[in-house]
């Protein structure tokens, strides 16, 4: 089994970019395999359940559908502290997710404990 980290950093203006992330790391947990994402940047308010919803890229899935279905598996996904809070993003944003803000620290420990890390 694989663990794979998925940092995004693209946000609501580029719908499709932002929902790569979220895309990418539902195949490897179909396929039985442990992902984490990173939001970071632009990406941060991605966070937030209205800002979700409102998501639709081009020939991909709802945001808020790929968000769900992480949720649902307890995917843990971190919002860069500095870019969140910049942002707007606030801890009640995290209410009924595996998710809450990291540091650089947080990060680097992060990116240590996986096999590979895809950046969008």
Known sequence: MAKILFIGTHGTDDPTRATFPFMEAKGPIEA???TGIILMLEAAPLIKDHIAAQVQ???VPPLKELMDFLVARNVRISVC????????VTEDDFAGKNSGFGTSVDAANAYAGYDRV???
Request: proline letters at 6%.
């Open 32 to 34: 039985g395999h442990e």
């Open 118 to 120: 895809v950046t969008f």
């Open 57 to 59: 890229g081009i020939g």
């Open 81 to 88: 502290e500095p870019s969140g809070r910049a942002l707007g």
